[in-house]
């Protein structure tokens, strides 16, 4: 049957269609709008086989995560970058540097209201600690992964990467530094630790406690950030090229000097001392360690405990020694704060502030 519509008609159907364009539009430029940075890790590992448990990290591509998720685009405008595609147990000085430039780039740009950042779980610790010190935004920025990888019965990593993107374009995670969030929990970068090899329930805050709670997106905050951070924070990443090297030497029974002085030889700027108890090591260690700060070498002393702080003069008298204490810093973000610390000053001192600062 052959349809002769009116002009008038044609006109209706036309300015119709239009509406429906222009709501979808409004629609689409009224969500806000999250950028993706990919890493690699174990959110984006590929089993080897069906059967075997043996996966490679940092395999699925970021278009791959964005695309197991598909609810996540209900939330937001989600544009992806590759920064690199690693196990996060092969991070490097140099992918940090690249990452921290791109993302303050990013942050600047108007168009992005906030930033999710998918990441190994190894190190995520490190790096999460590293940008919020950093990163100059109020805007969210997002750390994410999962223990389990892309592949596997039960993946973690879409619904870990569905709360992070809600976290993203949450207004209540202004303003709070970098946040990781995995497990259906919320974690502050200062605060979190991974405990466990394997769980899901792998990363705690055993010091001030969890940020807070996220279920299928919606967030509960239950404490502050504490500390010096972001846009407070006096590092930057914009004139630097390397990180000074800094390396931790692990205390236990009968540690000697070797490993400590092998270092100072190669010319080390600093040494964190995962240390026994209160950041403690044999006589043999400790006057290793002297002698390294008198040859101008940096020395901090914090924990292979895992929880707890390292104070200063209690059984090692830092005062004598020359050496810093971490307080509540572990020895891998101590490390974070040493490099950091000694791109502004080499005075014990200064460096001791920055961790009652940080
Ligand atoms: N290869 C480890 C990493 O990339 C796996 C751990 C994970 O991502 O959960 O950190």
């Known amino acids: 049957m052959k349809v002769i519509r009116s002009r008038r008609q044609r006109v209706c159907i036309l300015i119709a269609l239009l509406f429906v364009v222009l709501a979808r539009e409004s629609n ?97 610790e490190e790096t999460a600690y590293f940008l919020s010190l950093v990163s100059k935004s109020d805007k969210p920025v997002v750390m994410v992964g999962s223990m389990r990888p892309s592949t596997a019965i039960s993946a973690d990593g879409p619904m870990n990467l569905y709360n992070a993107i809600a976290l993203a374009v949450n207004r209540n995670a202004k303003g709070r530094g970098v946040l990781v969030t995995l497990n259906d929990e919320i974690h502050y970068a200062r605060e979190v630790e991974k405990s466990n090899t394997t769980g899901l329930n792998t990363f705690v805050s055993p010091n ?22 972001g846009l407070r924070s006096e590092f930057s990443v914009d004139l630097l090229a390397e990180l000074p090297q800094v390396e931790i030497v692990y205390a236990y029974s009968n540690v000697g000097r070797d490993t400590i002085d092998y270092l100072v030889n190669k010319g080390v700027r600093g040494i964190v001392l995962a240390g026994a108890g209160e950041g403690n090591a044999t006589d043999e260690a400790l006057a290793g360690l002297q002698d390294a700060a008198k040859r101008g070498v940096a020395i901090v002393r914090s924990s292979r405990v895992g929880s707890g702080i390292v104070r200063r003069n209690i059984e090692v008298n830092d005062d004598r020694m020359g050496f810093i204490a971490s307080g509540e810093l572990n020895p891998q973000k101590a490390r974070v704060l040493l490099m950091l610390g000694l791109t502004m000053t080499t005075d014990p001192n200064k460096l001791q502030n920055y961790y009652y600062e940080y």
């Open 28 to 124: 689409a430029s009224s969500r806000p709008k999250v950028r993706v940075l990919s890493t690699g890790g174990t959110i984006a590992g590929v089993q080897l086989n069906d059967e075997a448990p043996a996966y490679r990290a940092g395999t699925a591509s970021a278009e791959d995560l964005i695309r197991a998720v598909p609810q996540a685009k209900k939330l937001a405008d989600i544009s992806v970058e590759q920064i690199c595609n690693i196990g996060s147990q092969k991070m490097k000085n140099s992918i940090w540097l690249t990452l921290a430039k791109r993302l303050n780039e990013v942050l600047k740009d108007p168009d992005v209201d906030g930033v999710v950042i998918t990441h190994g779980t190894d190190t995520m």
């Open 208 to 229: 001030r406690g969890r940020a807070g709670l996220i279920q299928a997106g919606d967030a509960v905050f239950f404490s502050e950030p504490s500390l010096k951070y």
